[in-house]
């Protein structure tokens, strides 16, 4: 059987460049600011329920986490919280809304690579603004074909999109650190899908890998990627 | 001279459906929860300082807006806002991200009676989730060939956009609310514009009516549009 691919969609946050990073650093902060009140484990148990909890109203992006963390401090201190601490957690949103973009290892050279002969687009999600602004201060733009920031990764968001700009999800093929948002539902859409682990993942976007599907493969860097794309179609 | 007008953008929030009704209403509260620390007007003066600082950071939407609060209480009373306090501003963040969505009145007949004369496109800014949400509980979508939410309205956005949905912003006619980014920016795209105000319109929208652009309306009502856009094709 011949295999048609023509479409190469991929997940900027940990896919692209640098992002988890960044939560990081301002959770050991955001636990800093409260370490009179609680202990780091449990006050993240808390922080990561607050998100859980408001990702129907907030969607994903640092303004939404800013809020989960304000609402965090405010039940951990059961509403002892001053308000200066309160302050900090909004200066250490607005910091990780201007932190600076480093672009991954290979990421430059893997899009130059798969540019000729896929139409590549850029699937993220987060604040819009946020992305816009990751984005431009990546240098990466001109690589992509088309640019889709959404609210949610299903496997219907990945039928539209690889519609829309391809040829179809059956011919795409979706790349990211997510098994829950870049895997699972390409693979639900009739796609192939490429996890790209970083040592850092977000709790929620967390899932077993599909390792029984066909259409799944797991490579070690994105640099791998033109290479596996090869074999698929050599198949 | 005979002018093609192909495609016609619209905006959403107060164009389609109430919006800062819903923010005037939070202020009240907002008000009445600080009320011991400072009367309103004062207040109101804070917080739309807060939001213009904010913007280049939040960018547009109820997410913003709701940091932006609970900065300005902090300020407005030094530091000696109770928690208690920001949790109630959260909690009125939280509602206004789920209220009803109230379709404006003689909406739904002019989408009806433009789409089969032109690309009808729906154009705003905000949260995306929080858009995505109120265009699906309006019922509207199925009256739009496209939907884009953008960070910003541009004239560099709307010559993007109508060139990707139809034949160019010179052939394309923008209607909505806000003089500032319905209007200005699509008059100057070459495109056509027409301002729908509303009664309720956030300080950080006005803007002076370009009053001596040929291709500047304003009208009183979204139902004048189509006999507006007849007589424009007419002329």
Same mark, same amino acid.
């Given at each position: 059987?011949?295999?048609?691919?023509?479409?190469?969609?991929? *997940?900027?946050?940990?896919?692209?460049?640098?992002?988890?990073?960044?939560?990081?650093?301002?959770?050991?902060?955001?636990?800093?600011?409260?370490?009179?009140?609680?202990?780091? *484990?449990?006050?993240? *148990?808390?922080?990561?329920?607050?998100?859980?909890? =408001?990702? +129907?109203?907030?969607?994903?992006?640092?303004?939404? %986490?800013?809020?989960?963390?304000?609402?965090?401090?405010?039940?951990?201190?059961?509403?002892? /919280?001053?308000?200066?601490?309160?302050?900090?957690?909004?200066?250490? $949103?607005?910091?990780?809304?201007?932190?600076?973009?480093? /672009?991954?290892?290979? /990421?430059?050279?893997?899009?130059?690579?798969?540019?000729?002969? %896929?139409?590549?687009?850029?699937?993220?999600?987060?604040?819009?603004?946020?992305?816009?602004?990751?984005?431009?201060?990546?240098?990466?733009?001109?690589?992509?074909?088309?640019?889709?920031?959404?609210?949610?990764?299903?496997?219907?968001?990945?039928?539209?999109?690889?519609?829309?700009? $391809?040829?179809?999800?059956?011919?795409?093929?979706?790349?990211? =650190?997510?098994?829950?948002?870049?895997?699972?539902?390409?693979?639900?859409?009739?796609?192939?899908? /490429?996890?790209?682990?970083?040592?850092?993942?977000? +709790?929620?976007?967390?899932?077993?890998?599909?390792?029984? +599907?066909?259409?799944?493969?797991?490579?070690?860097?994105?640099?791998?990627?033109? =290479?596996?794309?090869?074999?698929?179609?050599?198949?």
């Amino acid at each position: 059987m011949s295999l048609t691919l023509t479409t190469v969609g991929l *997940d900027a946050d940990d896919t692209l460049w640098h992002n988890e990073r960044f939560f990081a650093l301002t959770q050991d902060h955001f636990a800093d600011l409260l370490r009179d009140h609680t202990d780091k *484990d449990h006050l993240m *148990d808390r922080l990561l329920a607050a998100e859980r909890r =408001n990702l +129907a109203h907030y969607g994903y992006g640092i303004k939404g %986490f800013t809020l989960s963390m304000i609402e965090t401090a405010i039940e951990v201190t059961e509403g002892k /919280v001053p308000a200066e601490v309160i302050s900090q957690i909004l200066d250490a $949103g607005r910091d990780m809304l201007s932190h600076p973009v480093e /672009v991954l290892p290979q /990421v430059e050279q893997t899009l130059k690579r798969l540019r000729p002969q %896929f139409k590549l687009i850029l699937i993220t999600k987060g604040d819009l603004l946020d992305q816009e602004r990751k984005l431009a201060q990546s240098g990466l733009r001109d690589h992509f074909d088309a640019i889709e920031i959404v609210s949610e990764k299903t496997a219907a968001i990945y039928d539209a999109i690889f519609a829309r700009h $391809g040829t179809g999800a059956d011919q795409g093929l979706m790349a990211g =650190n997510s098994l829950a948002s870049d895997v699972i539902p390409m693979i639900a859409a009739g796609g192939w899908a /490429v996890h790209l682990p970083h040592d850092l993942t977000w +709790a929620l976007e967390h899932a077993q890998a599909p390792l029984s +599907a066909p259409r799944f493969a797991a490579l070690r860097t994105i640099g791998a990627l033109p =290479n596996h794309i090869s074999r698929l179609l050599a198949d």
